[in-house]
């Protein structure tokens, strides 16, 4: 019923910005928090960025100052502006959605089917 679809991944050379858009679909109640995970090459799903519910905002260490996690409820929309990109920063890239903003991949419910993110060096 609820349906997560990603875009806007690409390759891009280190040191250059991508912006990640997930549509949502379907009913998802609106106190769903919403976030970004990314596997990377022979590694877990790890959380990247969330959005609360309230609009609180929450980044993992590795991606602070360079992603903005953002999203427009008119458009049950979530994006992801990437900039100063990494190598390290190449992954498949998620979305996903659950009750409450953790770092538990089980809590959230919903998710897109990914959408790949290459930084070359």
């Known amino acids: 019923q609820v349906h997560l679809v990603e875009s806007g991944g690409g390759s891009v050379q280190a040191g250059g910005s991508l912006r990640l858009t997930c549509v949502v679909s379907g009913y998802l109640w609106s106190k769903y928090c919403m976030g970004w995970f990314r596997q990377a090459p022979g590694k877990e799903h790890k959380r990247v960025a969330v959005f609360d519910s309230d609009g609180t905002t929450g980044y993992a260490d590795s991606v602070k100052g360079r992603f903005i996690i953002s999203k427009d409820n008119t458009k049950n929309t979530l994006y992801l502006r990437m900039t100063s990109l990494k190598r390290e920063d190449t992954a498949v890239y998620y979305c996903?959605?659950?009750?409450?903003?953790?770092?538990?991949?089980?809590?959230?419910?919903?998710w897109g089917q990914g959408t790949q993110v290459t930084v070359s060096s």
């Open positions: 996903a959605a659950g009750p409450q903003c953790s770092d538990a991949l089980a809590d959230f419910g919903y």
